[in-house]
């Protein structure tokens, strides 16, 4: 087990390297960062001054190695419009960002098995193919359009829920989010819900299905339990590991994937950031939160790995 | 015993059911599946309107009409067309309530109430049905007073050309990584591995975002950057395809027939593995035109004047927190959600119709 672990962990170092490394190229094709920083009318002095403080006029391979040594040391450089550090204007913004999708997921979770598990008991029945019909709708209709869809139907139509206007404040604690503003939560934690409740419950749905058809669960039947206690007891159990995988790299998914909706609702995490910036052609904000998003991403897959080993005897250790 | 020619032995002996393609019963498992098939017509019906965009579209998209902004469906104009003052110009509508002709001039009371007058020399045409005319504006208008309906037809041209193109390079690297990994085995796989798991540990919609801030905005790069993201999931699947295949005697046949391995790949194993390769084609292109819808909602990916269902939803997007206008943005959203449900209909009744084991 601490084999595995450890060669996880370096497979997830050499995985981060390379995301690093795929940025890095991609930046290096922007146009010269001095001109967007300075304008039109920048003098030449000033843009090689400019350039020089960024080393931009080392060769590449030096810059690559420079990137490589900053961003493993957490220096994401500065912002251009705001000159603060790309890190710690992400950090502050974090909390948003995991409040709204730890909810996401939650309401993704309960809604999707429940509904997967009615789909399956009840499979090829009216219920069942409206809801998976719904799950396939929930799959094809982008974020932002759905949020759009959300936000008139609700919010200008019906005029339930405020559409935006959350301001964070600077000391907020994680409780808060759900106390005191969970009416600015309910709109965008429910469109980011949606796409997870749709793949959740298609995946519970199907393997609930194949586990329903296995000889214990005839047997179970047979010796004339229930179908509750054989549903809940002796299939679900069963059914639920595939779940959990799904639900597992969906929260990385959601924790880097909520931008669309932060962006259209206004929400201060760290996608609207990321989005905030692109007009401003902020690249090292831009850049920083592409980067800072993929490390998430592999953290939290390394951790579900580690624990999927832990939890399911059947996973294979090499 | 008269002896039995071989010739007439070889017939009787072919069964009374005809052997048929993977083809036939993939097509026609699809054929008994509705849903499909309904997702097949709606895009073969959206494939259409994209080709056919130039003859179905009522007006010209890029046609600006200034005195008729953000009018309701079903709005009709009434204009005047004039020659432009520019030569090679497209020729200017001025909105009118009524007109008159007479002496070789021409009076208009115009849309806000005034009275203006112009030489018939100056209209465009020659006939009244080519200066005057009555555009029926089904959809209404947008902010630019262009029409809604023929932007959104033009629209499926942008998302699908834009879809397709994208996806093919995505199958092309997809495919080609996938074969080698498959077939090499060994350094090759876990390279490849390597940088799939990379491409899949970065958010596809900021990758697709950077690497078309970093190409510039417009067409190709659009292409390029939604294309660069889409291959992993189609290397994946090649991948294993060829992993299973590999192993198959008629590979082996080729092996020992001393076939060359690049023939062997793309002859040999490569039509074998189209089934799964179709599936996950369909899947990315749904996807696709996500991508494309997002990144010009964002003003990135092909630009204006073009018309964009990204770009018309984020026109309307402004409308909204003031409550009027809907249309502005249902009318793309319901287009684009239309063409991606459609896309993913088809592509889960293809993965059925090819998988003889999920027969329902």
């Known amino acids: ?318 | 015993m008269a002896e039995i020619p071989i010739k007439q032995l070889a017939e009787a002996e072919i069964p009374t059911e005809k052997s048929r393609s993977l083809w036939y019963y993939s097509w026609k498992r699809l054929r008994r599946n509705r849903l499909a098939m309904a997702g097949f017509y709606v895009t073969i019906l959206i494939i259409l309107i994209a080709i056919f965009a130039g003859v179905l579209a009522p007006q010209d998209p890029n046609l600006q009409i200034l005195e008729y902004t953000t009018k309701p469906s079903g709005f009709k104009g009434n204009v005047i067309l004039r020659t432009n003052d520019i030569p090679n110009q497209d020729p200017v509508p001025i909105p009118i309530q009524s007109f008159l002709v007479s002496n070789g001039e021409i009076t208009m009371i115009t849309d806000d109430g005034s009275t203006r007058k112009l030489p018939v020399s100056k209209l465009a045409g020659s006939s009244e049905s080519q200066w005057h005319k009555e555009p029926h504006f089904y959809l209404g208008t947008d902010r630019y007073g262009r029409d809604i309906l023929s932007r959104l037809v033009f629209g499926a041209r942008v998302s699908l050309t834009v879809a397709f193109f994208s996806e093919l390079l995505s199958i092309v690297i997809g495919v080609l990584f996938g074969a080698l990994a498959g077939f090499y085995r060994g350094w090759v796989d876990e390279s490849v591995s390597w940088l799939t798991n990379v491409f899949w540990s970065i958010p596809p919609i900021l990758l697709v975002i950077s690497i078309s801030i970093a190409l510039g905005l417009g067409f190709v790069q659009t292409v390029f950057a939604i294309g660069i993201t889409g291959w992993p999931d189609m290397a994946r699947i090649v991948r294993g395809q060829f992993f299973s295949l590999r192993e198959t005697e008629y590979v082996e046949a080729t092996r020992a027939l001393g076939l060359g391995n690049m023939r062997t790949i793309f002859r040999h194993i490569l039509p074998n593995a189209i089934g799964p390769i179709i599936v996950i084609a369909t899947a990315g292109f749904a996807t696709a035109i996500i991508y494309e819808a997002s990144l010009s909602f964002l003003g990135l990916g092909v630009q204006p004047p073009t018309s964009t269902w990204g770009q018309m939803i984020y026109d309307g997007y402004g409308y909204i927190a003031a409550g009027s206008n809907w249309g502005l943005t249902i009318y793309p959203a319901l287009a684009i959600m239309l063409a991606v449900f459609a896309f993913n209909l088809f592509g889960d009744g293809l993965r059925d119709a090819f998988d003889p084991k999920l027969n329902r």
């Open chain 1, 1 to 318: 087990m601490l084999a595995f672990t450890i060669r996880k962990l370096f497979y997830s170092i050499l995985i981060i390297f390379g995301v690093m490394s795929v940025i890095f190229f991609v930046m290096n094709l922007l146009p010269d960062p001095a001109r967007m920083m300075q304008g039109q009318r920048a003098d030449i002095s000033t843009q090689a001054a400019i350039r020089h403080e960024l080393g931009l006029d080392l060769p590449v391979w030096q810059r690559y190695v420079n990137f490589l040594g900053k961003t493993a040391s957490g220096d994401f450089g500065r912002s251009y419009t705001s000159n603060r550090p790309v890190l710690d204007s992400i950090l502050e913004r974090l909390p948003a960002t995991a409040v709204l999708t730890l909810s996401a997921m939650l309401v993704a979770t309960i809604l999707g098995i429940g509904i997967g598990i009615l789909s399956a008991v009840k499979s090829y029945s009216i219920l069942d193919n409206i809801s998976m019909v719904f799950a396939l709708i929930g799959i094809s209709v982008p974020s932002f359009v759905f949020g759009l869809l959300v936000i008139i139907l609700f919010g200008s139509l019906l005029q339930i829920f405020p559409i935006s206007g959350f301001v964070i404040q600077d000391d907020a604690k994680w409780y808060e989010f759900w106390a005191y503003h969970w009416e600015y939560l309910a709109l965008p934690m429910f469109t980011l819900a949606l796409r997870p409740i749709s793949i959740i419950a298609r995946v519970t749905r199907s393997s609930m299905l194949d586990v329903l058809s296995s000889d214990y669960i005839r047997t179970a039947k047979s010796k004339g339990l229930s179908q509750k206690v054989v549903i809940f007891r002796h299939a679900l159990r069963n059914a639920l590991n595939p779940v959990v995988t799904t639900i597992g790299s969906w929260l990385a998914a959601l924790l880097t994937g909520a931008f669309f909706i932060e962006y259209i609702f206004n929400w201060p995490g760290v996608g609207a950031l990321a989005f905030d910036a692109i007009p401003r052609s902020d690249f090292p904000t831009i850049q920083g939160t592409v980067m800072f998003s993929a490390v998430v991403f592999v953290i939290i897959n390394y951790i579900v790995d580690i624990l999927y080993a832990k939890l399911d005897p059947k996973v294979k250790l090499n």
